[in-house]
Nanobody
Framework: QVQLVESGGGLVQPGGSLILSCAAS????????MGWYRQAPGKQRDLVAT???????AYADSVKGRFTISRDNAKKTAYLQMNTLEPEDTAVYYC?????????WGQGTQVTVSS
């Protein structure tokens, strides 16, 4: 069992930046592909970005060039740096840890982009 604890959400103005963190409680962090997903009200949960244990990344088209996913394997923590935020980025952001048949989710953190 892996517990994921997200932090860093909040209210930010359009054009602003936020960084989300996801701390994992697990003995072997590097086996997990870490991901960030988001869910806006009334919409499905969508993939934002993923990063493998070796550092390979993938992004949704809507965030390419604005968001950066990273991880610190020593700290067992994944991050999502979000720049040039837009109102359309408003959502609950969820951290995910995936390895083979194992799939774990954090509780979510609210990000609101509004003036």
């Amino acid at each position: 069992q892996v517990q994921l604890v997200e932090s860093g959400g909040g209210l930010v103005q359009p054009g602003g930046s936020l960084i989300l963190s996801c701390a994992a409680s697990t003995k072997i962090f590097t086996i997990y592909r870490m991901g960030w997903y988001r869910q806006a009200p009334g919409k499905q949960r969508d993939l934002v970005a993923t990063i493998t244990g070796g550092g390979s990344t993938a992004y949704a088209d809507s965030v390419k060039g604005r968001f950066t996913i990273s991880r610190d394997n020593a700290k067992k923590t994944a991050y999502l740096q979000m720049n040039t935020l837009e109102p359309e980025d408003t959502a609950v952001y969820y951290c995910n840890a995936n390895a083979a048949a194992a799939d774990y989710w954090g509780q979510g953190t609210q990000v609101t982009v509004s003036s």
